[in-house]
Every structure is written in structure tokens, then in C-alpha cells.
């Protein structure tokens, strides 16, 4: 990266590395680096650079997470099956028996949580060749990667790239 380059935006943190194998790392005015799964090296991966006079399109998408949601339901649900049972076999219970309800609605929460609060961030960089870049940040970092999304945006949107999906 040259000492003119214009830096827009981090989307991967180098300590983010390890874990996101395959998705753009960053963008500058002038290249997009990606991050790419490097078999049999000590790093693992390697930082590719794309000019951005080869993108196309850049096209945004906020996401909800299915997994998470589903885990977040069913979580929810043995919540609720967990109360109905106390409430209809209180009177069966042993004397002396602890019930942790505390952490069952603890748990009640998170799935709601889970389910209602799950977001992420997908941006798709499509190149001359018909080559897809993507990136997506983790459900929980959302409101943390916004400000890099945003820029991402308006620098698509004033280079006619941005593409509405």
C-alpha cells in the first residue's frame, strides 16, 4: 500500500484473521485486500490485492443470522416448557428441592436476545470477471462495524458502484 493510497476502511482486524478466512480485510481507494486461506505456511493465510478499477459493483445486505435465531428459539421454548412443568408439577416436588429458576430465566433471555437482537453486515464486491468478494461481520458485532459499512457505502455510492439488494 502506497503512501498516497486513500484508506477507507478495516473491515478485519489482523487479530480477526485467523478466524475469517475468505472475505475482504480492507479497502483502500485504490485496491481491495482479501483475505485468503493459505494452506501449509506458518501464518496460514495471505493478504491478496484486487485494484479497485477491476470492481464492478458493490452491493450491501443486512443479514439475520438463521442459526442463531433458531438456537435462540429453541431456547425460548425449553424456557417456557421448563416453567409450564414446574407450575403443573410444583405440588409432586420433593421438600427440600432447589429449583435454580434465576438461571432459567437467565437463559430465557439470552434466547430472546438471540432471536430479536441476531444482525449482521454482508457486503458483496463483484470484480470484471465475474468474481465474488464477500465479507459479513460475526452477528455480534453489528453496531461495531457500522461506521466501516457506512464508509464502504458512501464510497461505493459516489464511484456508481453501489448496486441496492
Not at 34 to 58: D, H, N, Q
Not at 102 to 120: E, K, N, T
Not at 134 to 152: A, R
Request: with cysteine; charged share 20%.
Amino acid at each position: 500500500m502506497s503512501a498516497q493510497e486513500e484508506f477507507l476502511a478495516t473491515l478485519l482486524h489482523p487479530d480477526e484473521y485467523g478466524r475469517n478466512f475468505n472475505r475482504v480485510a480492507r479497502l483502500t481507494g485504490h485496491n481491495i485486500l482479501f483475505l485468503r486461506r493459505k494452506f501449509f505456511s506458518r501464518a496460514g493465510w495471505e493478504l491478496v490485492t484486487y485494484p479497485m478499477s477491476e470492481c464492478r459493483s458493490i452491493s450491501y445486505r443486512a443479514d439475520r443470522p438463521v442459526l442463531k435465531m433458531g438456537f435462540g428459539a429453541l431456547l425460548i421454548g425449553l424456557t417456557v416448557f421448563i416453567f409450564f412443568m414446574l407450575f403443573v408439577y410444583w405440588d409432586r416436588l420433593e421438600p427440600g428441592t432447589r429449583v435454580p429458576v434465576g438461571l432459567v430465566g437467565l437463559a430465557g433471555l439470552y434466547g430472546i436476545r438471540l432471536l430479536f437482537g441476531a444482525r449482521r453486515h454482508r457486503l458483496i464486491f463483484t470484480l470484471a470477471n465475474a468474481q465474488k468478494l464477500t465479507w459479513q461481520s460475526l452477528s455480534g458485532d453489528y453496531g461495531y462495524k457500522q461506521g466501516s459499512v457506512d464508509k464502504v457505502i458512501a464510497f461505493a455510492r459516489s464511484r456508481g458502484l453501489f448496486k441496492e439488494v
